[in-house]
């Protein structure tokens, strides 16, 4: 299994760069594809890779072509619904569609609780920090409304150590 938890400093710097939420999802995921593909043997078999579908994007034939430096990419199907395409990669014929409800596939169920769970990693240490800083403090899971409320928490302590909300706070 591989991840890429994305901070808020780069998180923040990813999406002005790219310009929207969804260019940095399929980027970050392409990228975690390819990573895989390189570590597969050199069997040659074909790969079949499931995604979900990033925000209201039907198209991914650019983004795949560049992140696997391949010159043509099969359009199989771009719908609302549906996007998928082939392509060859290290002598690989390599499948890959995004799909609305893409959690009805195992193995995008399986990445998205492995990625909730390293959340929860991530948000435990985060709130062992504060509350090391102010023990009253209720610790937050990091959801919209709660996150607000402990923002308003946390500002006194972020204002008087100069930190840049960009660095800390996620802007979209």
């Not at 990228?31 to 069997?43: I, T, V």
């Not at 395409?85 to 609780?113: K, N």
Request: glycine share 6%; hydrophobic share 40%; proline share 5%.
């Amino acid at each position: 299994m591989h991840s890429a938890p994305l901070f808020p400093a780069i998180f923040n710097e990813l999406t002005e760069r790219l310009g929207n939420k969804s260019h940095l999802l399929t980027g970050i995921s392409l990228q975690l594809a390819r990573h895989l593909l390189d570590s597969l043997p050199a069997d040659r078999e074909p790969v079949v890779i499931c995604c979900d579908k990033h925000g209201g994007r039907n198209r991914y034939a650019n983004a795949i072509a560049k992140q696997f430096a391949v010159g043509s990419v099969r359009h199989e199907c771009e719908t609302a619904h549906i996007s998928r395409y082939g392509f060859a990669y290290s002598g690989r014929d390599v499948r890959i569609q995004f799909a609305a409800g893409g959690e009805s596939e195992l193995a995008v169920a399986l990445a998205s609780m492995y990625a909730k769970y390293v959340r929860e990693l991530c948000m435990e240490a985060f709130n062992r920090y504060w509350q090391a800083e102010m023990p009253d403090l209720e610790p937050t899971k990091g959801y919209p409304v709660d996150a607000l409320r402990f923002r308003a928490a946390i500002e006194p302590l972020i204002a008087a150590r100069g930190w840049e909300e960009h660095t800390w706070w996620r802007m979209r």
